[in-house]
């Protein structure tokens, strides 16, 4: 595979080079990734989007969301990528994105790429992966990334861990609809968006909406928030209304972040994050691919998750059979 | 050092061979944390304490209630060990709890043992060893642990995958009031617990346990928990009013998540967490103590941070450096 010259056609946003390298980043076979690796090494230090973490429970409405909201960024002249997180899909094989018809008129934009999500069997693996996909798609030279997810809370924390902003979307009516969104999300939310505010769930959406703007007001106090944020607006992407303001709200926190350093400092701390995360997965893996040691981890595990047997043991012996460079203990 | 018969002292209840068994296991000498290893290898699988999280800022009046809830507990024949994990007093060189005379009944009670929290300046390290004395203080027969933080975010997270319960102690007001309470931690509450609900501020006492009930059942559902948890209960630890139900509400939960496997299941899960993350701090701790590692590894760091490499090429570089068993890529 000519690595220089897929980085060259994606940086000039050849969308089928994009998709190409997507690929490549998502596959779990030894010489896909070190492929990846390469060109993701070549692409380094170009591109900047805002990305954003969409997150929402099935039902809520997330598909006609995205279509219409992508629709509008593409209309002010945006390019606009749109990617999932979503460990479910890795057991039904399937994918949330996979069915494009629900987004008929954003997947036929050519300033839009929606890609389906991976069909990846690990969370952090699918993560990491989805991380480079959106490394992948501001290179191409789109400036908003879309990472959906689906409510399961670890998958929102990694991708917390790859977005400059987290969006919330949440269904009309009191606290039984968010039975599906787990503890946790409501706290990384920058904003709350409650869908349908139209027709007959217009003034439950209103309701809600002011219960959550109380609820955030009593709950929350962060030092890298301007005032008033989080927020929770009312929005219907069926009728279009209120997405113009979602997204005024969007640009203006992350302007402020900009602006206050914010951003950049939760950037840097981002990337070395996937750096320790990258190095520490990789010495499991490569622990787990040797035989003797694979068995020994194992059985060791059981010792430990049973009680027989306290985890600094477990971890010593577990180092001792390492040959590794320096010595002594932790 | 003879560690059978320290583990043998300890596991008769011997006060000062369980603080000298905690001052091993805090200790940043290698020679010292073998010892400890050794030490809690030997005592493995023995004690079963139930353990709670105390969380809340400073004026929340925490020394009063361990005081005023510990000499509840004592007085109903249970044995109660106080530790910390304050990673302020890790600048401050000081101690949440060296002031025991903040704490003087419960200090002089022979069935009470309070540790002052340890000066260590790595957060990580200092939970994993706090973990560590929690498991001598069950050994020596205290059948409760209460484990107080600072309510700094990191560490209440550290103190959750340790402990059974998790109690927020919050001052009557408003939203206000909170600004101390970092993000998350209200998500992790398992009891809210209003202090100072006596004298002027009990109506606003009475007030906060209000909003906070009803914020709780608006973002809250958690499968693992009985009907009616997470809870907030109005107290007064200065008039010792409040504390017995609080402390019928943690034997419920406790029992309840006992009886449906709830316990069993996180135990396990906690311990497993602790060996992998002994494992791969271990691992890490290791390649800082070999000079030429090390100095790569802090330009591999930097220069991922800037975003001039991606943390994927620059891991793979410091896992080639690397002569680990196994192969292949991640």
New interface residues.
């Given amino acids: 595979m000519d690595i220089d010259a897929l980085a060259d056609r994606i940086a000039r946003g050849d969308r089928r080079a994009l998709a190409r390298g997507i690929t490549l980043v998502e596959s779990g076979r030894?010489?896909h990734?070190?492929a990846?690796?390469?060109l993701?090494?070549r692409?380094?230090?170009r591109g900047e989007a805002m990305r954003i973490g969409l997150s929402g429970t099935p039902g809520v409405g997330k598909s006609t969301f995205i279509e219409s909201f992508g629709t509008l960024l593409t209309g002010q002249g945006h390019r606009v990528a749109v990617l999932a997180v979503d460990p479910s899909s890795a057991r039904s094989g399937g994918s949330i994105l996979g069915d494009k018809t629900r987004m008929e008129r954003l997947s036929r934009d050519p300033n839009a790429f929606i890609r389906p999500s991976p069909s990846q069997t690990e969370l952090g693996g699918v993560a990491?992966r989805t991380r480079?996909a959106v490394?992948l798609c501001e290179v191409a030279g789109f400036d908003v990334v879309l990472i959906e997810t689906v409510g399961v809370g670890q998958s929102e924390t990694l991708v917390s861990w790859m977005t400059d902003l987290f969006v919330l979307l949440l269904a009309p009516g009191?606290?039984d609809e968010?039975?599906g969104v787990k503890?946790?999300i409501?706290?990384m939310a920058d904003l709350i968006l409650v869908n349908k505010a139209d027709g007959d769930l217009k003034s439950a959406a209103t309701r809600t909406r002011a219960?959550?703007a109380g609820?955030l007001?009593?709950?929350?106090?962060?030092p890298q928030d301007p005032q008033g944020f989080p927020k929770a607006l009312a929005v219907s992407a069926q009728a279009d209304t209120g997405l113009t303001e979602a997204w005024t709200e969007m640009q203006s926190l992350h302007a402020w972040r900009v602006e206050h350093g914010h951003w950049e400092t939760t950037?840097?701390a981002q990337?070395?994050h996937?750096?320790e995360?990258?190095?520490?997965?990789?010495?499991?893996?490569?622990?787990?691919?040797?035989p003797?040691?694979a068995a020994a981890l194992g059985d060791?595990?059981e010792a430990?998750?049973?009680?027989?047997?306290?985890?600094?043991?477990?971890?010593?012996e577990?180092?001792d059979r390492?040959?590794?460079?320096?010595?002594?203990?932790?």
């Fill in positions: 030894a010489d990734r070190t990846a690796v390469a993701l090494d692409l380094a230090g990491r480079e490394r009191g606290g968010l039975q503890r946790g409501m706290e219960d959550y609820a007001q009593l709950l929350r106090k962060r950037r840097r990337n070395v996937w750096f995360e990258d190095v520490q997965q990789g010495i499991l893996a490569r622990l787990r691919t040797d003797a040691m060791l595990r430990v998750e049973a009680g027989e047997r306290p985890p600094s043991a477990a971890a010593a577990v180092l390492l040959a590794l460079p320096g010595a002594g203990g932790a």
